[in-house]
């Protein structure tokens, strides 16, 4: 009876996120970015060490690609080389080819079905927190369907293997329209460390058209709670 008393009066410690809340330590692990070293060799050290190919050197300058990093740290570990600039963020959804932001009638009522396509498992455990007490999802009008009939987003985890791929079109398809398609995670946005291969192609788009990524291997919560109210119009989504 004492915990209940004592969250009673302490009431629900939901994250705030507006953009001056600050960040808790490890609800997100962030992002290298963009560095210039002293010389060439530093950067193309990190491009070396980098196992997905997401970091680039060009000359002095170590350039990110965020839709191929996995969060391996290799760049941010302190063993004596030269360091790549560390971020933690978690605004990481951009969009793709597609239709971008729902109407506005879709801003307080969303609903979401979402598919695993081959995912490893860290990707479904972030989106399960998304209803936890302190991300809160219902309070943004953002709830889970489940059943394509009834979703105006499709969250797709995984690299999408062979096996469901037709799977992933019949529910796409059977969506109402406007329908909007999110890509959550490294395997779905372009392959992560699986794809392309003889079990998988380069992510969902090369399935069916996807309007937002949200790279990270797994996003946070938070990563997809932006990416979820940047396609009901609550955020603006980054091209």
């Given at each position: 009876m004492s915990w209940f008393l004592r969250g009673i009066r302490s009431g629900i410690r939901t994250e705030p996120l507006s953009p001056d809340?600050?960040?808790?330590?490890?609800?997100?692990?962030?992002?290298?970015?963009?560095?210039?070293?002293?010389?060439?060799a530093d950067a193309r050290d990190n491009e070396t060490r980098c196992p997905t190919g997401a970091i680039r050197a060009?000359?002095?300058?170590?350039?990110?690609?965020?839709?191929?990093?996995?969060?391996?740290?290799?760049?941010?570990?302190?063993?004596?080389?030269?360091?790549?600039?560390?971020?933690?963020?978690?605004?990481?959804?951009?969009?793709?080819?597609?239709?971008?932001?729902?109407?506005?009638?879709?801003?307080?009522?969303?609903?979401?079905?979402?598919?695993?396509?081959?995912?490893?498992?860290?990707?479904?455990?972030?989106?399960?927190h998304l209803d936890d007490p302190f991300y809160n999802a219902h309070r943004f009008g953002i709830f889970v369907t489940p059943t394509p009939r009834q979703a105006d987003v499709l969250l797709i985890v995984g690299p999408v293997t062979q096996q469901m791929q037709a799977a992933l079109?019949?529910?796409?398809?059977?969506m109402p329209g406007p329908r909007r398609v999110v890509a959550v995670g490294a395997c779905a946005v372009d392959g992560g460390l699986f794809g392309p291969s003889?079990?998988?192609?380069s992510g969902a788009a090369d399935v069916v058209p996807v309007d937002v990524f949200v790279p990270g291997c797994p996003p946070p919560p938070l990563a997809i709670l932006h990416a979820l109210r940047a396609v009901c119009g609550q955020e603006p989504l980054e091209r």
């Open positions: 809340a600050p960040v808790l330590a490890g609800v997100t692990p962030g992002f290298p970015r963009e560095t210039r070293f002293e010389s060439v060009d000359g002095e300058v170590a350039r990110v690609k965020r839709d191929r990093c996995i969060h391996c740290m290799r760049c941010a570990t302190p063993d004596g080389s030269a360091k790549m600039e560390w971020t933690v963020d978690h605004e990481w959804a951009h969009g793709g080819e597609g239709s971008g932001s729902l109407p506005a009638a879709f801003r307080r009522s969303l609903h979401v079905r979402v598919i695993d396509a081959g995912d490893c498992g860290a990707c479904l455990n972030e989106i399960g079109k019949v529910a796409y398809e059977a003889v079990m998988c192609g």
